[in-house]
């Protein structure tokens, strides 16, 4: 069941690219708590997930696994992924050890 979504875009100088990100809700997969999320790059959809030890902790980390897959994309290097506003970051949190690549309204509210 998907549980929330958020819609990014691909500003290369043409005509925008949507980027939607949709996370699923978390569930319980041998011992393990997973949240399976898909982030829908132009040119090829990432699936993958975050887990945890109960729902909570797969949330955090899934969100956090979103926030870095995000921020080593080549499009965030080109400076052409936006959410909102250009250069404003794209609202995901980052773990303590990658908060130094956060930009924007990431930076003041994350880092």
């Known amino acids: 069941m998907v ?3 958020r819609s990014l875009s691909i500003q290369d100088g043409y005509e925008p690219k949507a980027c939607k990100i949709t996370m699923h809700a978390p569930e319980n997969a041998d011992g393990m708590w997973i949240c399976r999320y898909t982030i829908g790059w132009p040119n090829a959809p990432e699936e993958s997930f975050g887990a945890g030890v109960d ?32 250069g404003r ?23």
């Open 55 to 86: 729902a909570f902790q797969a949330l955090h980390l899934t969100l956090q696994k979103i926030g870095i897959t995000l921020y080593a994309s080549a499009y965030h290097k080109a400076g052409i992924l936006v959410f909102d506003k250009p």
């Open 3 to 5: 549980i929330a979504e």
């Open 89 to 111: 970051g794209y609202g995901f949190p980052m773990p303590k050890n990658g908060r130094d690549l956060l930009i924007g309204d990431d930076k003041i509210f994350d880092g």
